[in-house]
């Protein structure tokens, strides 16, 4: 069966800093990948997806970037943090041909 | 482009009686319906989904979901609430062949509280 790992579980960072979240999924191959968060336990806002190595797509620019040096590895990274990048962070993962999407557990980043 | 709204923040109900949990959505052409739930600091669960068929779709935990196309609505609904069915509940669309993203885009959630 398929899981889907993300770590750190809980990350405190101050502002100004680096961030790296990392998120992996096993048992499949060649998943599509989402990054997301989630501000306030409310809706969730798109940062970026993935159908393949290499390639990314974002939905929000500002001072977050992603990357997939592997099939199933899927990483968020910014090189300075902003107290508005607080909040829940989640990955998701989608067989190509199936419809609905797996999610993590998440990691809640506290920028201070 | 497509939509969701779930008209309540909140639904209060108690346990032992059903719950309904609205969304109504837009998106060209047929929609992919999905709804997720949400447990306190964790991340979201697969529910139940509606494709093709059936407009009564069933899902985990005894939750089913409707279809209504001249109503474009998805509600969620359970004949018998437990107080461990509160979570934060999403719906979300997405587009099928026919037109639409095929990114899903999420509901803001409404937070289902069961009183014992």
């Known amino acids: 069966s398929q899981t889907i790992h993300q770590w750190p579980a809980t990350l405190v960072q101050p502002v100004g800093s680096p961030l790296s979240l990392e998120c992996t999924v096993e048992?499949?191959?060649?998943?599509?990948l989402y990054w997301y968060r989630q501000a306030a336990g409310r809706g969730l806002q798109l940062l970026f997806y993935s159908v393949g190595i290499g390639q990314i797509s974002s939905e929000v620019p500002q001072n977050l970037s992603a990357s997939r040096p592997q099939d199933r590895q899927f990483i968020l990274s910014s090189k300075k943090l902003l107290l508005s990048d607080s909040g829940f962070y989640l990955c998701?993962?989608?067989?190509?041909?199936?419809?609905?999407?797996?999610f993590g557990p998440g990691t809640r980043l506290t920028v201070t | 482009a497509q939509s969701v709204a779930q008209p309540e923040d909140q639904v209060n109900v108690a346990e032992g009686n059903p719950l309904t949990v609205k969304c109504t959505y837009s998106v060209s052409g047929n929609p992919y319906l999905f709804w997720y739930v949400q447990y306190p600091n964790r991340g979201l669960q697969f529910l139940l989904k509606y494709i093709t068929g059936d407009n009564l779709v069933k899902g985990s935990y005894g939750f089913e979901a409707e279809f209504n196309k001249s109503q474009t609505s998805f509600h969620l609904k359970k004949p018998s609430a437990l107080v461990s069915d509160s979570a934060l509940y999403f719906c979300a669309v997405r587009g099928g062949l026919s037109g639409g993203s095929y990114i899903p885009t999420f509901g803001r959630g409404t937070s289902l509280i069961v009183h014992p």
């Open positions: 048992g499949t191959s060649n998943p599509n």
């Open positions: 998701a993962w989608r067989m190509g041909l199936a419809y609905e999407q797996y």
